[in-house]
């Protein structure tokens, strides 16, 4: 399939059939996360991989409540992805004061994305998830302060009705060349 064919396809799935993910797709999506690009080529991410229903159980339960009851759907996906950065890279930190830009969170992006698409173009469905109590999933992973929980990705093969339209903006709304940003943004 073609790249933008991929990327037209791609839509937030919320609901899954029952069939679980293959390991090796689980795997050929990390790979695709793999290689990323990322500034300073530090690869700040670590990934974790939630494919056992009791423990999927077990942290969403921790995760999903009170005002994050809506991401309670994920309990019904296959699998969780984790999406954790290693926080100790001095790069990172210079970058903040310096460039005022967390270097981190724009690589995992990149990375995460790539994980998305790889997913898309082997017919699984993706959420991207941060609606979540993050500090408590932190404390669930028992993690050390090096790493810390940035995003999730729910994923499933999608069910009937999975996926909703959604308004994008159109290409004059994000796109000036040269000057014409200086007309006026929008
Ligand atoms: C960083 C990020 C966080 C998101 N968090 C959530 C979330 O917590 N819950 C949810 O249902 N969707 C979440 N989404 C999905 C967005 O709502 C969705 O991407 C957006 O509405 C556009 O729809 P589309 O993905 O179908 O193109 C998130 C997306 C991104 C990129």
Sequence with gaps: MEL??????????????????????LIQC???????????????????????PEMKKNFCSHICRGIFRPTGFIEDAPVIIIILAKLNFIIHKIGKIVIKINLHLLDIGIAGEHLVLRAQELGIGTCWINWF???????????RRKYRVVSLIAMGYPARGATKNKPDHPIEKILYFND??????H
Excluded: C, H
């Design 4 to 25: 933008m064919d991929i990327i037209k396809k791609r839509k937030s799935v919320r609901k899954y059939t029952a069939k679980p993910i293959e390991r090796e797709k």
């Design 30 to 52: 990390i790979e695709a996360a793999r290689l990323a690009p990322s500034a300073d080529n530090l690869q700040p991410w670590r990934f974790i991989v939630i494919d056992d």
């Design 133 to 143: 109590n993050a500090k408590k999933a932190n404390k669930y992973l028992g993690l």
């Design 180 to 185: 014409d940003f200086r007309k006026g943004l």
